[in-house]
């Protein structure tokens, strides 16, 4: 007779009733279930790097690939100090982990950082739900699928919630340059570790909390301001976005993911929620400045409305669904991008944009204050504006 310990049967149940079979992996909540916004991520590997991303916060991640932990994790692969995730979601979990890095298995990641998951569920018809459906709140766990429903309606999900103060810092972190020589101030919305490397390359960056002010900033003096990823809707961040307003001007901004949504909200642009998200490595973007296709990584849930924002430009779209996926102001210098360039994980393609800020951060520092990008440069070949005009 087997001496392994047979897995306690589990159910995910979403807030419209469709239920799912499984078993319970990771951490097992004393109350047996956990709640939260149950959407799907289509990369093929890289899952710890998914599970450790601040933006996840609030939500159940349900991986579509079916084969999940393979290759263990590692203390060298985490986006964030720990998981802000509720749960995780997997077809087969691997029993025993093969890659030299690996440290722990991807159960023990769980376990240890007290993040519930379920695997053995048929994910294909759970994605195919949430795709027709849309991303909706959900319940899992060892109880009866009674409390289970019970517990996935009353889930409110992450619209109009401030999620960003859940997984922002409490104080400003200095990280030391490892090539550039430009001072950097990076708004900590959920900021990724990857993220801060690339900065790193360019300068000394002080990350701060979310709720810097740009008083506080802009007597660091920096050469520029990066506005980061994070979780949730932008709606509720009103402070965050005023704060943005009055640096825009003062100095040079790029923004990432929420980050680019929050620069849109202090230019007076709208957002949108879509209905089941952008969550993989292998979303196509059309570079309407180049006219060329990147396959970009993404992680987002809501969007800026198009022909929403009348002072900035339309630089790149998603070829899925035609959504926004970056402006640049034409008069200040600012410029954002819906999806993540730096790629932890996904592809390369779009890194080209940490060089760009450089550049101009470069331009503002010199006489003209970057009237040479904002006119031409880096920013030069579009006449798409926000308002509309690409195909």
């Known amino acids: ?13 979403l807030a419209d009733g469709e239920t799912f079979e499984g078993e319970a992996i990771g951490f097992l909540p004393p109350d047996g279930l956990t709640t939260g916004e149950v959407v799907f991520n289509t990369v093929m590997s890289g899952y710890q790097e998914v599970i450790t991303d601040p933006s996840y916060a609030g939500q159940i991640i349900t991986f579509t690939v079916p084969h999940i932990g393979n290759y263990g994790v590692n203390e060298n692969d985490y986006e964030s100090p720990r998981p802000f ?15 030299w890095r690996a440290t722990d298995d991807l159960s023990g990641l769980l376990r240890t950082h007290g993040i519930p998951g379920i695997a053995g569920l048929d994910t294909r018809r759970l994605t195919r739900h949430l795709r027709d459906a849309g991303a909706m709140p959900g319940a ?48 900590d919305f959920g900021i990724k570790a990857t993220i801060v490397r690339h900065l790193a390359e360019l300068g000394e960056v002080t990350v701060v909390p979310a709720s810097t002010t740009a008083d506080e900033v802009l007597a660091m003096d920096p050469d ?16 965050i976005r005023l704060e943005i307003a009055a640096l825009l001007g003062e100095v040079p901004v790029f923004g990432i993911c929420l980050g680019h949504q929050l620069l849109a909200g202090a230019l007076g642009g709208e957002t949108f929620k879509l209905p089941f998200g952008h969550h993989g490595g292998n979303h196509p973007v059309r570079n309407l400045i180049t006219g060329t296709v990147e396959i970009t990584s993404q992680n987002h849930n ?46 390369h393609d779009s890194r080209y944009l940490f060089n760009e800020f450089d550049q101009l951060m470069a331009a503002f520092r010199s006489p003209t204050r970057g009237r040479d990008l904002i006119q031409g440069g880096v920013f030069e070949g579009t006449d798409s504006g926000v308002d509309g005009g690409h195909s």
Not at 1 to 13: I, N
């Open 1 to 13: 007779m087997s001496g392994r310990v047979r897995p306690a049967a589990a159910a995910l149940v």
């Open 85 to 99: 995730c509720r749960g995780v979601v997997v077809r087969d979990l691997a029993r025993r982990r093969s890659n």
């Open 140 to 187: 899992f766990g060892t109880v009866d699928e009674v409390r289970l429903a019970e517990a996935a309606a009353a889930e409110p999900g992450t619209d109009g919630i401030n999620l960003v103060a859940s997984v922002t810092r409490e104080a400003p972190t200095t990280v030391r340059s490892v090539g550039g020589a430009r001072r950097i101030v990076a708004f």
């Open 224 to 239: 520029g301001v990066f506005l980061s990823n994070g979780p949730g809707d932008p709606e509720p961040l009103v402070n």
């Open 302 to 347: 809501y969007c800026v409305t198009e022909g929403s924002i009348a002072s900035a430009d339309l630089t790149h779209v998603n070829l899925n669904d035609h959504t926004v996926e970056g402006i640049r102001c034409r008069d200040i210098p600012a410029f954002s991008v819906q999806y993540h360039p730096e790629a932890g994980p996904g592809p």
